[in-house]
């Protein structure tokens, strides 16, 4: 109970802080406190843990390379995920004057591009590995991201977006299949819960890192600065993506290893 206790206080409040710093800033004086105290209690979760009879979480789960590689994966593709819909849906409204029914119709050939995406990539990571998936699915994400980026309107962004999606459904397939596929069963329901907190902490900082990038345009300004404001968001979530790419070729293991 006392591992649970301060796992879910830090959880809540590293999410929390995630979430305030897109809206007041990353330097906000109550998101710094919030990031310092979330800190600490996973300090202390992790110390409890060390000398708990009956520990929530074997620690060690997050020195393993492929767990340690599941958990970037599902962080990244969940920011993109989100922090996309989350721009795009401002993008549609406030710059485009869609109304909510119509914008969440423009965003179906994404969701149905992303449940594609992931149904093929389960038949096919047994072929090519997750390391090389991982890669062309990022790679993918990034050239859909760069779309809106080099033309404007309400077409542009879904078809861009949709694209993206294909490589984001691919890379669900692959953070879960890299962080359980190495471990033993009696600790899969454990490296589950891990992979489903960084989720949670990959949903609140894409959004946090889009509304900071796109700010003015949220905010609802007016003129050049709002599309600049969307294309700087996009640019973020193009170089998140093609850094990732690198980032996945060293840190996923390979068929052989």
């Known amino acids: 109970m006392v591992g649970a206790a301060l796992v879910a206080a830090a959880t809540g409040a590293l999410i929390y ?27 202390a979760f992790a110390a409890w843990q060390r000398r708990a009879a009956a520990p929530l979480m074997d620690l060690r789960l997050l020195g393993r390379r492929p767990v340690v590689a599941g958990i970037f994966v599902i962080a990244v593709a969940t920011a993109l995920m989100v922090g ?8 549609l409204q406030n710059h485009q004057g869609h109304g909510a029914l119509m914008t969440g119709v423009l965003f179906l050939p994404v969701a149905l591009l992303t449940m594609a995406a992931a149904t093929a990539a389960g038949r096919v990571i047994g072929r090519f ?23 404007s309107g309400a077409t542009a962004m879904v078809a861009g ?11 669900f397939v692959v953070a879960s299949a890299t962080a359980l596929g190495s471990v033993a069963p009696h600790e ?36 050049a600065t709002t599309a ?14 093609a850094v990732s790419a690198v980032i996945v070729m060293g840190l996923i293991p390979s068929k052989s290893e």
């Not at 977006?161 to 890379?171: D, E, I, Q």
């Not at 899969?188 to 891990?194: L, Y």
């Open 17 to 43: 802080a995630l979430i305030r710093a897109g809206d007041h800033g990353w330097l906000d004086p109550v998101s710094l406190a919030l990031f310092a105290f979330a800190a600490a209690a996973y300090a």
């Open 84 to 91: 996309v819909f989350f721009l795009g849906s401002f993008y």
């Open 129 to 151: 590995g997750a390391r090389s998936l991982a890669a062309v699915a990022l790679v993918v994400a990034a050239a859909g991201f760069l779309v809106p980026v080099l033309w």
């Open 161 to 171: 977006v949709s694209v993206a999606a294909a490589g984001l459904g691919a890379l």
């Open 188 to 223: 899969a329901g454990v490296t589950s819960g891990i992979v489903s907190t960084f989720h949670e902490f990959g949903a609140s900082a894409g959004a946090a890192a889009v509304s900071s990038a796109a700010a003015a345009s949220i905010a609802g300004h007016t003129g």
């Open 228 to 241: 600049a404001g969307f294309d700087d968001a996009f640019l973020v979530a193009t170089g998140v993506a």
